[in-house]
């Protein structure tokens, strides 16, 4: 199984902030990589795969990068409905792995 | 517009079975792999299980390899999953959620139900 390293676990920013979160693969994975949203009691939504392709309907704050390894989510601008737990998750191969989670919260 | 809703969650005692199912509707539901999720309270996210748009292939977790068995029935736009020998370690809430893309290939998740909770407790 391919392991995800997910950091920070706890983010404390503020609105209008700039805010950054790493995911560190255990071998190579292409751009096979996916960050998801999920506010409490909610599912998860997709906001971005392949790294860095936004899905349809996602703010243009929101950005991905990296590829093999290493891989980053940027929002560039912080706003209320941002804070979230995010998750990276690779679709390399079986079995599907998810980092540990990112919890955005109100500085 | 798309759809999942999942159903069959609720208390089990150790040892015990339950079925889920995930009812699709607002996109083509043979033309899409479909997967199980899980997330324990307070807990992260947890791959299941996978199955290919036409049922020909499957795929475990390694933790309920031997226990659970994905299924699904496009003529009724459904997806199972069949938990047998259920553990406390089991309790989560389980998503459905479908390909982003239709076919094949590998694709992250497009879409996910808002879940079902099943309890594993005496």
């Known amino acids: 199984a391919i392991w995800m390293t997910q950091s920070p676990s706890l983010l404390s920013a503020s609105t209008g902030d700039r805010v950054t979160i790493s995911c560190r693969m255990s071998?190579?994975?292409?751009?096979?990589l996916a960050w998801y949203q999920q506010k409490p009691g909610k599912a998860p939504e997709l906001l971005i795969y392949a790294a860095s392709t936004l899905q349809s309907g996602v703010p243009s704050r929101f950005s991905g990068s990296g590829s093999g390894t290493d891989f980053t989510l940027t929002i560039s601008c912080l706003q209320s409905e941002d804070f979230a737990t995010y998750y990276c998750?690779?679709?390399?191969?079986?079995?599907?792995?998810f980092g540990g989670g990112t919890k955005v919260e109100i500085k | 517009q798309v759809q999942l809703v999942e159903s069959g969650g609720g208390v089990v005692q150790p040892g015990g079975s339950l079925r889920l199912s995930c009812a699709a509707s607002?996109?083509?539901?043979?033309?899409?792999?479909m997967h199980w999720v899980r997330q324990a309270p307070g807990k992260g996210l947890e791959w299941v299980a996978f199955?290919?748009?036409?049922?020909?292939?499957?795929y475990y977790a390694d933790s309920v390899k031997g226990r659970f068995t994905i299924s699904r029935d496009n003529s009724k736009n459904t997806l199972y999953l069949q938990m047998n020998s259920l553990r406390a370690e089991d309790t989560a809430v389980y998503y459905c959620?479908?390909?982003?893309?239709?076919?094949?290939?590998?694709?992250?998740?497009?879409?996910w139900g808002q879940g079902t909770l099943v309890t594993v407790s005496s």
């Open positions: 998750q690779q679709y390399y191969s079986f079995p599907r792995t």
């Open positions: 199955i290919r748009y036409d049922g020909s292939n499957k």
């Open positions: 959620a479908k390909d982003h893309t239709a076919g094949s290939f590998t694709f992250p998740f497009g879409y």
């Open positions: 607002g996109f083509t539901f043979s033309s899409y792999g």
């Open positions: 071998q190579g994975i292409s751009s096979y």
